[in-house]
């Protein structure tokens, strides 16, 4: 598939300049197809029946197979969620932390990775989103190191898997800002969790969390899908793998526009995403203070003259469609393998007007 065909997939970039796929990242046209097909079928025939139901379970294992082939993990290593928060919530409930017990994390999390910190036993040590920082703020007390693949304000990427083998510490990678935009592998990391809706333009509310070793993780919140076969009074037989984490059901119409979604990536995505982001930094960087990580990622921060607020919404009444990140005085770009240079130099041109 060449990039000019790519593009024509995703109706939104004949007008807009979508450069927020860190948010949410554009539909295509036969993802929507797949989901408005099953909708309407649904309306027609309804959604009951063991057929129905059969139909679905089956999905489910396709979607598994395809996200665990994503990041280089087995399907029974993956659990279906609903987003990358239900994701880290399994995880800090199953790993039964006590008062006393210290989770390193950094100062540049999102709070869907925070809130589940806050919401532990466990006390919280924030450093700074550098690997040595990490490493000496671990103590005998650590029992997790929980951060992001890709820091979500500066693009930033972390050598988690290097953390992981250093540290000896069990490691929770949000992969909220990594899985689709840049090369992610599941190895060397205890948990990492996936976003269906951002870099891999999937439909709203879809995620999974990869478990290294499911016999590490408690099951906390069991879900119909993740028994086997359960009693009256509530005791169950739970899946044998990372199925016992699944948090709920996906309809038939989201499965199918995932498998859809991750079905149409072209071989070129990682590398044609890569080169947008560079791109975008060497137009940028005359006009605006940028964000310049050591390892950047395909997200493109950058400190504006003006209020970050009123950018944004300059750009978004121009076309041009890009995120404030509140409380941190920064623009962000999402480059993804959509991305064209007529984008970028769109963003570039309204910033300069």
Same mark, same amino acid.
């Given at each position: 598939m060449r990039f000019e065909e790519a593009r024509a997939l995703f109706p939104v970039l004949e007008s807009v300049a979508y450069l927020n796929a860190g948010t949410f990242g554009p539909l295509a046209r036969? *993802?929507?197809?797949?989901?408005? @097909?099953?909708? @309407?079928? &649904? %309306?027609?025939?309804g959604r009951s029946g $063991?057929?129905?139901? !059969? !139909?679905?379970?089956?999905?489910?294992? @396709?979607?598994?197979?395809?996200?665990?082939? #994503?990041?280089?993990?087995?399907? !029974?290593? *993956?659990? $279906?969620?609903?987003?990358t928060t239900d994701a880290c919530g399994i995880v800090l409930r199953g790993l039964a932390l006590e008062p006393g017990d210290e989770i390193v994390t950094t100062t540049d999390e999102h709070f869907g990775l925070l809130g589940?910190?806050?919401?532990?036993?466990?006390?919280?040590?924030?450093?700074? +989103? &550098?690997? &040595?920082?990490? %490493?000496?703020? *671990?103590?005998?007390?650590?029992? %997790?190191i929980a951060t992001s693949q890709v820091i979500w304000t500066t693009g930033a990427v972390l050598? $988690?898997?290097? #953390?992981?083998?250093?540290?000896? /510490? +069990? /490691?929770?990678? &949000?992969?909220?800002?990594? /899985?689709?935009?840049?090369?992610?592998?599941?190895?060397?990391?205890?948990?990492?969790?996936?976003?269906?809706?951002?870099? $891999?333009c999937g439909p709203d509310s879809t995620g999974a969390l990869v478990v290294a070793d499911p016999d590490t993780l408690a099951v906390t919140s069991p879900s119909y899908f993740g028994q086997l076969r359960h009693e009256p009074d509530g005791s169950f037989e739970a899946q044998p793998d990372a199925r016992r984490f699944d948090s709920g059901w996906w309809s038939a119409g989201v499965l199918r526009g995932m498998l859809t979604a991750i079905e149409l990536r072209p071989a070129w995505a990682y590398e044609r995403a890569a080169e947008a982001a560079a791109h975008c930094r060497a137009l940028l960087e005359p006009? /605006? !203070? #940028?964000?310049?990580p050591p390892v950047a990622s395909t997200l493109v921060s950058f400190r504006p003259e003006e209020t970050p607020a009123d950018v944004v919404a300059r750009l978004h009444a121009a076309g041009v469609h890009v995120r404030e990140l509140p409380g941190r005085g920064l623009v962000r770009a999402s480059c993804g393998w959509w991305t064209s240079d007529d984008d970028l130099e769109r963003l570039v041109a309204v910033l300069a007007a």
């Open positions: 036969p *993802v929507a197809a797949a989901l408005t @097909e099953a909708i @309407e079928r &649904d %309306l027609a025939s $063991l057929p129905y139901f !059969e !139909e679905t379970v089956g999905l489910r294992a @396709e979607v598994r197979r395809e996200l665990a082939a #994503l990041v280089g993990a087995s399907p !029974e290593q *993956v659990a $279906l969620t609903t987003s589940t910190l806050g919401a532990s036993p466990a006390s919280v040590v924030v450093v700074p +989103p &550098d690997p &040595d920082r990490i %490493l000496r703020a *671990v103590t005998s007390r650590t029992r %997790l050598p $988690l898997a290097e #953390l992981r083998a250093r540290s000896g /510490v +069990p /490691v929770l990678a &949000d992969g909220a800002q990594s /899985v689709g935009a840049v090369p992610t592998t599941a190895a060397g990391v205890d948990f990492l969790t996936i976003s269906g809706q951002k870099w $891999l006009h /605006v !203070e #940028l964000v310049t």
